[in-house]
């Protein structure tokens, strides 16, 4: 199983990002699929999940309306679109297989958002 996320940098607050998760090693419509943030001294904390074959969304609460997640099942990839952002969306975050897992696989990508 491999997961390689990518898309993250610094960004102001409001404004917008789109991550990305190229998943390999394994049935990518066999599995729910996740994003999940870590902010420094914090545990990880859920962010959302989609079915990938039926494509059924799930947000936490702190995210909802404002980020969306998507996948490309031709393309093996996840993304995130995140848009409205605030600083209290600064985190690493990665993409995990299976419902609403936390286990980080891959590197992730790091997201700060500030002024």
């Known amino acids: 199983v491999q997961l390689v996320e990518s898309g993250g940098g610094m960004v102001q607050p409001g404004g917008s990002l789109r991550l990305s998760c190229a998943a390999s090693?394994?049935?990518?419509?066999?599995?729910?699929m996740n994003w999940v943030r870590q902010a420094p001294g914090k545990g990880p904390e859920w962010v959302s999940t989609?079915?990938?074959?039926?494509?059924?969304?799930y947000y936490a609460d702190s995210v909802k309306g404002r980020f969306t997640i998507s996948r490309d099942t031709a393309k093996n990839t996840l993304y995130l679109q995140m848009n409205s952002l605030k600083p209290e969306d600064t985190a690493l975050y990665y993409c995990?297989?299976?419902?609403?897992?936390?286990?980080?696989r891959g590197q992730g990508t790091q997201v700060t958002v500030s002024s």
């Open positions: 090693g394994f049935t990518f419509t066999d599995y729910y």
């Open positions: 995990s297989q299976g419902w609403k897992n936390t286990y980080r």
């Open positions: 989609i079915d990938t074959k039926a494509g059924s969304t």
